[in-house]
C-alpha cells in the first residue's frame, strides 16, 4: 500500500535520488549531460539537506511504497503575487507512474495551499507531463527560458523553454483526493 506523509531532513538523501533520476529520464537534451551524469548527484544532495532542514515556508509530501521512496511533491507558498504557491518539484519513480500517486500528491500539496492560486513549470520537451497536468485542470500560461541550475548556463544544452502551468483554484486538484481512494 503506498503511504503519503511529511518529508523530514533525515529523507533528503532519498529524495535527492530520486528527484536525479527523474531529471535523468525527463530532462536529458535540456540539461547538460555532464550536469546530469556527473554533477547532479551533489547538487541535489545539498539543495535537499537545505530544504528539509529548514522548511520555511515550503511544505514537501513524500508517497512511499513498501519501505521505498517512489514520489515527492515540494511546494513554495507565497512565491508569485499572482498566481500564489509554486509547486518546484512533483515527481514520481518510472515504475510507479500511471497508478495515481501524481495525482494524489498534487492534491495533498493543492491542499496545504490557503487562499491562493497553485502553479508549475515543466519543460517543454515534456509533454507527458504536460498532459498529466493538462488532464487535472491545469491551464498552460506563459513560456520562458528554463534557467539554469544554480544559475549556471553550462548546465543547459542551449536555451530550453518551459511552460507555466496554473490552477487559480487549488480546490479543483483536492477533489481528485477522494478520486484516488475509491
Not at 13 to 34: F, I, M, N, P
Not at 84 to 104: C, M, W, Y
Not at 111 to 126: A, F, H, K, P, S
Request: net charge negative; hydrophobic share 35%.
Amino acid at each position: 500500500m503506498t503511504t503519503f506523509r511529511v518529508a523530514g531532513p533525515d529523507d533528503a538523501a532519498a529524495v535527492a535520488e530520486l528527484h536525479g533520476d527523474s531529471w535523468r529520464r525527463h530532462y536529458r537534451g535540456a540539461y547538460a549531460d555532464e550536469f546530469l551524469d556527473d554533477e547532479s548527484p551533489e547538487y541535489l544532495g545539498t539543495m535537499w539537506a537545505e530544504r528539509l532542514a529548514a522548511r520555511d515556508g515550503t511544505w514537501t509530501t513524500v508517497a512511499e511504497y513498501d519501505g521505498q521512496l517512489i514520489g515527492l511533491s515540494h511546494v513554495v507558498y507565497d512565491a508569485d503575487p499572482k498566481f500564489g504557491a509554486l509547486v518546484d518539484n512533483l515527481h514520481v519513480r518510472a515504475p510507479r507512474k500511471r497508478q495515481g500517486i501524481g495525482t494524489r500528491l498534487l492534491a495533498l500539496t493543492a491542499e496545504t495551499v490557503r487562499d491562493t492560486g497553485i502553479y508549475l513549470w515543466v519543460l517543454e520537451q515534456n509533454t507527458a507531463a504536460q498532459g498529466f497536468y493538462a488532464a487535472r485542470g491545469g491551464i498552460r500560461g506563459e513560456r520562458k527560458e528554463v534557467p539554469p541550475p544554480g544559475g549556471e548556463p553550462r548546465r543547459l544544452n542551449g536555451r530550453p523553454a518551459c511552460f507555466r502551468y496554473y490552477w487559480p483554484d487549488p480546490a479543483t486538484l483536492t477533489d481528485s483526493i477522494s478520486a484516488y481512494d475509491a
